[in-house]
């Protein structure tokens, strides 16, 4: 079975630019969610997905960035403008339902330059 | 969700039990602890979780102390690739909403 898969592994971009990082989680999970870390610091939540539906997106930083889940299958989360602070790793985890376990993908590394 | 104390590192031979403890005194009656790690840079990686009674499963064991204040996961035989971060979460489980607050965790490095 295929796990939980990131696209791109890294991306740099310049500052100002767009990028769409975009998840595919485990087939069949409904819970699909963001969390990211960035240079020194802890892995921090972003937002949680139930299929389609944001369930909880208190960890977004700003409008700046915009994630999707479209037909409750891949997501993505853009990023623009992009900024300096942005760089880190973007890790996708998803979850089925009623169990406690979050499987990890191994993350998109964005660095803005 | 409550907070979790671990040593930031800690050094272990190959092939014998590392032992990573936690402190959560803040722990309430329905908050689950929780252990991931993260092995260099890969997605963190589920081990195992428990409520009051001690869990074992083919990873690691866990065990947690009866006023529940602490616990301790348990790596048998310790192998290279055990060599990691791991993170001690304590929270509500909602089994499906799984926001999860990493600390620092503890870098566990295994000797040959």
């Known amino acids: 079975e295929a796990g939980v898969t990131q696209f791109p592994s890294h991306s740099v971009i310049e500052k100002g630019q767009t990028v769409t990082l975009r998840c595919d989680p485990i087939?069949?999970?409904?819970?699909l969610y963001w969390y990211r870390r960035v240079m020194g610091k802890e892995i921090k939540f972003l937002l949680h997905?139930?299929?389609?539906?944001?369930?909880?997106e208190s960890g977004m930083p700003n409008n700046r960035f915009l994630a999707e889940r479209t037909g409750g299958t891949y997501s993505t989360l853009k990023v623009q403008p992009a900024e300096l602070e942005d760089s880190g790793v973007y890790f996708c985890?998803?979850?089925?339902?009623?169990?406690?376990?979050?499987?990890f993908g191994e993350g998109s590394r964005l660095t803005v330059l | 969700d409550a907070k979790t104390t671990q040593p930031p590192s800690m050094d272990c031979a190959e092939g014998r039990a590392a032992n990573l403890p936690c402190n959560h005194s803040?722990?309430?009656?329905?908050?689950?602890v929780y252990w991931y790690r993260q092995i260099h840079s890969q997605g963190p990686q589920y081990i195992i979780h428990?409520?009051?009674n001690n869990e074992t499963n083919e990873m690691a064991s866990l065990i947690i102390t009866e006023d529940r204040k602490s616990s301790t996961l348990i790596l048998p035989h310790a192998t290279l690739r055990d060599t990691a971060v791991y993170y001690c979460?304590?929270?509500?489980?909602?089994?499906?909403?799984?926001?999860?607050?990493f600390g620092t965790g503890t870098r566990l490095t295994i000797i040959p």
């Open positions: 985890a998803s979850s089925a339902r009623h169990t406690g376990e979050l499987f």
């Open positions: 087939s069949g999970h409904d819970n």
């Open positions: 997905f139930v299929k389609e539906s944001k369930q909880d």
């Open positions: 803040t722990i309430s009656g329905n908050e689950y």
């Open positions: 428990g409520l009051k």
């Open positions: 979460i304590v929270r509500v489980t909602n089994f499906g909403n799984e926001k999860l607050t």
